[in-house]
């Protein structure tokens, strides 16, 4: 029997590629807001894969009661193989200035939310020795990034705390990525109010690229995976430029 994949932030971007990659090779339990787009995308899966079953849970992950019963779902699944804690968006604007309660339901969505779930999928994993999660993070999470801070700061705590995890959890056959992407074309730029044109073309992928990085690098079991030779030089470059110049020009482009 195939396993059970959990996927967040499934109806659209890089979760929704996501779930057409892993589609062929597990049951899928597809996470959003979006209960149309799920629906669709579900009906379109299961068409398309009659070897494997895909099914959905119209949830939002900022709400306690939805985060529990999510986290709770995964923990008692007997038959989970995977999570991809994917869900997650970003704010632009000078802090001061930005909705707090906004800001605050983004560290809840992009962090808070995303711990719990690897805590529950950690604790059901470790019954059967075996299991895999992908913590979405960013190349972001390797900047201070003014004008986007508390966007940067979250990434950071994710592919910190997943590396952490990583090696933790692989004593008990169980493997933890955290997936660092750059600029990938999907809906997040435009709920961000981020003009695409604002960055040249170089810098972006396609979420099928990102994703089909993420699953081949399962294979070589590495805590973490960034996709793309422009994204893994510009990571690279900030071990060699001082943080006060790489965050002076981060903030100068998300100022724009
Ligand atoms: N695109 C990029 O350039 C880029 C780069 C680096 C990292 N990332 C990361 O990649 C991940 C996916 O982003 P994306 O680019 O695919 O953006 P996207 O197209 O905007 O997708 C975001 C997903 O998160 C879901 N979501 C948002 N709020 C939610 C909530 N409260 N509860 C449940 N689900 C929620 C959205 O679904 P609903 O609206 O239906 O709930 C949607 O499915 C994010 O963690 C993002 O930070 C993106």
């Known amino acids: 029997m195939k396993k059970n994949a959990y996927i967040t932030g499934a109806s659209s971007g890089i979760g929704e590629e996501f779930a057409n990659q892993l589609a062929a090779s597990y049951n899928l339990i597809l996470v959003a807001r979006n209960k149309s787009k799920l629906e669709s995308l579900v009906k379109e899966l299961n068409l398309k894969h009659s070897e494997s079953k895909a ?3 119209p949830l939002d992950l900022t709400e306690s009661k939805d985060i529990i019963s999510f986290c709770k779902t995964i923990e008692n699944d007997s038959n989970l193989g995977m999570l991809v ?6 704010t632009v604007g000078e802090f001061a200035e930005l909705d707090i309660q906004e800001e605050l339901r983004e560290i809840q969505l992009n962090v808070t939310t995303l711990v719990s779930a690897t805590h529950s999928a950690l604790k059901n994993f470790k019954k059967q020795n075996t299991g895999i999660i992908i913590n979405v993070a960013s190349i972001a999470s390797y900047l201070a990034a003014p004008y986007s801070a ?3 700061a979250t990434k950071a705590y994710v592919r910190s705390f997943t590396e952490s995890i990583h090696e933790e959890a692989k004593v008990h056959g ?3 990525q955290a997936l660092c992407p750059g600029l990938t074309h999907s809906d997040f730029h435009q709920r961000a109010g981020i003009e695409k044109k604002d960055f040249p073309n170089f810098m972006w992928m396609n979420s099928k690229e990102v994703v089909s990085t993420s699953i081949k690098s399962l ?3 590495q805590a973490i995976c960034i996709p793309g030779g422009v994204n893994q030089s510009a990571v690279g470059l900030t071990n060699f430029i001082p943080s006060s110049l790489t965050r002076k020009f981060a903030g100068m482009l998300m100022k724009k």
């Open 55 to 57: 099914s959905f849970l």
């Open 85 to 90: 804690n994917n869900a997650g968006y970003g």
């Open 150 to 152: 508390t966007y940067a």
């Open 174 to 176: 169980i493997l933890v």
């Open 219 to 221: 294979k070589s079991k």
